[in-house]
């Protein structure tokens, strides 16, 4: 044989000694590559379900929390009707107060009943825009502080009907306190 058979014949018997290491390896590894594979395998659908019980849950803690907003939502529409009809209802009362101002003093001078029934009204919308609920009730007493004022000296015009009081005295006295 001439060398260069002997080199192929070493280089092949050297290529199979190597592809049957090889091989032994791989079937005395067989197992452990079989059971990876089926760990892995249920590795991946513990995962898938752990992610659908999640998908799952979060959808439900979505689903309630959407519940809630819309019924807070609804609750809130529900509280500003009715302070829409409880301003209403209070522009309504300040009307009726000026309307009684000028019958109880009638020789006041319209501009003077139309300023305090302006006033009334600053304070109706200060104490609705009151952002603090103490300044809201603040706002609330000096409003509630006047329009008792006004009734008062209604009353006491109405009352005193012969002698007719020149002027609406502690009215006057509360916006003029109420100045800076």
Not at 57 to 74: G, T
Not at 86 to 109: E, G, M, N, T, V
Not at 145 to 172: C, I, N
Request: net charge negative; with cysteine.
């Amino acid at each position: 044989m001439s060398v260069i058979e002997r080199f192929f014949n070493r280089a092949l018997a050297l290529l199979r000694s190597q592809r049957d290491q090889n091989l032994q390896w791989q079937l005395s590894r067989h197992q452990d590559a079989a059971q990876l594979r089926h760990e892995r395998a249920l590795a991946e659908q513990q995962l898938a379900a752990e992610l659908t019980k999640r998908a799952q849950q979060l959808a439900h803690e979505l689903a309630v929390v959407e519940a809630r907003q819309a019924s807070e939502l609804a609750m809130v529409k529900i509280q500003c009707k009715q302070e829409l009809k409880d301003y209403q209802q209070y522009l309504q009362s300040l009307d009726k107060l000026k309307d009684s101002l000028r019958q109880s003093h009638a020789h006041l001078p319209e501009a003077v009943a139309f300023t305090i029934h302006h006033h009334a009204k600053q304070l109706l919308n200060r104490m609705w825009e009151a952002g603090d609920e103490q300044e809201k009730l603040k706002v609330e007493m000096q409003l509630l502080r006047f329009m008792t004022a006004v009734h008062e000296d209604s009353q006491l015009a109405l009352s005193d009907a012969g002698q007719q009081r020149a002027l609406p005295e502690k009215t006057l006295a509360f916006l003029d306190a109420e100045q800076p």
